[in-house]
């Protein structure tokens, strides 16, 4: 065995390699996706005990995508070195894995960037109905009195 041999056979187990972890990365974002959908509907109906299970749900998950991403990211690194020893199909089919991931990630971000809408949205009303009560809080204060009335002021009943 010679080592363009070997180099082939190591080009074409990191292809392997990348391509396990490519649907892992894939079948990780497709829950994620789910879940982002969940969230939004979460959201609306204010369960917010749900919520907070459903993101440090979503948390796990994302730190297992970042777990594979570093490593995709060195097999790469590795790969180009040896890309030479791919075919045309085999990296066609690696780019394809990749723009497959590249849009469910754009997918779970674009469902994300609607909830955090929504989310800032409920912020602001809440606000202004805090600023309300508060308002009217202040102003009933108004007539209330702050301490005793003088006695000069005091009826007969007094």
Known sequence: MNTSDTSSMEAKSLMAMMSD??????????????????????????????????VHERQ????????IRSDLIKKAEEL???ANFLSD???ESLQMQIDETRDLSRKVLAIDT???????????TCQEKL????????????YQSKGQVSPRYADAKG
């Open 21 to 54: 972890g490519l649907n892992r990365q894939r079948s990780l974002l497709q829950t994620l996706c789910r879940l982002a959908e969940s969230q939004g509907r979460l959201i609306e109906s204010s369960e917010h005990d749900s919520l907070l299970s459903l």
């Open 60 to 67: 796990a998950i994302v730190e297992q995508l970042v777990g």
């Open 80 to 82: 180009r070195s040896r």
């Open 89 to 91: 199909k085999e990296r």
């Open 114 to 124: 609607r909830d955090v809408d929504k989310l800032v949205e409920t912020r602001s």
């Open 131 to 142: 600023a309300d009560i508060t308002h009217t809080m202040n102003a009933r204060r108004g």
